[in-house]
């Protein structure tokens, strides 16, 4: 069973930056992928950033130039550097890791509550 949990949300201003982090209990390199994934009040969950094992990463349109994922194998931790804050990007943040054999496997972090005041 993988576990991942997500630190480093808070309250910043418009124009700021926070970095959140995902820490997994297991070796990140088993993963397929991991992402980012958010959800603001009354909306769907949305994809913000996810990076395949063969080093592929996508981002959503809203936040491409802004965040920047990156991973620290040794500290079996993924990262979400968030730049330019703006109050768009006021959601609950959730970490996700997927393990694919004969069928697919998503595990889900509790959440970080990202707020960014205008």
């Known amino acids: 069973q993988v576990q991942l949990v997500e630190s480093g949300g808070g309250l910043v201003q418009a124009g700021g930056s926070l970095r959140l982090s995902c820490a997994a209990s297991?070796?990140?390199?088993?993963?397929?992928?991991m992402g980012w994934y958010r959800q603001a009040p009354g909306k769907q969950r949305e994809l913000v950033a996810v990076a395949t094992r063969g080093g592929n990463t996508n981002y959503a349109v809203s936040v491409k130039g802004r965040f920047t994922t990156s991973r620290d194998n040794a500290k079996n931790t993924m990262y979400l550097q968030m730049n330019n804050l703006k109050p768009e990007d006021t959601a609950v943040y959730f970490c996700?890791?997927?393990?694919?054999?004969?069928?697919?496997?998503?595990?889900w972090g509790q959440g970080t509550q990202v707020t960014v005041s205008s």
């Open positions: 297991g070796s990140i390199d088993s993963f397929n992928a």
């Open positions: 996700n890791a997927e393990i694919r054999t004969w069928k697919t496997y998503n595990y």
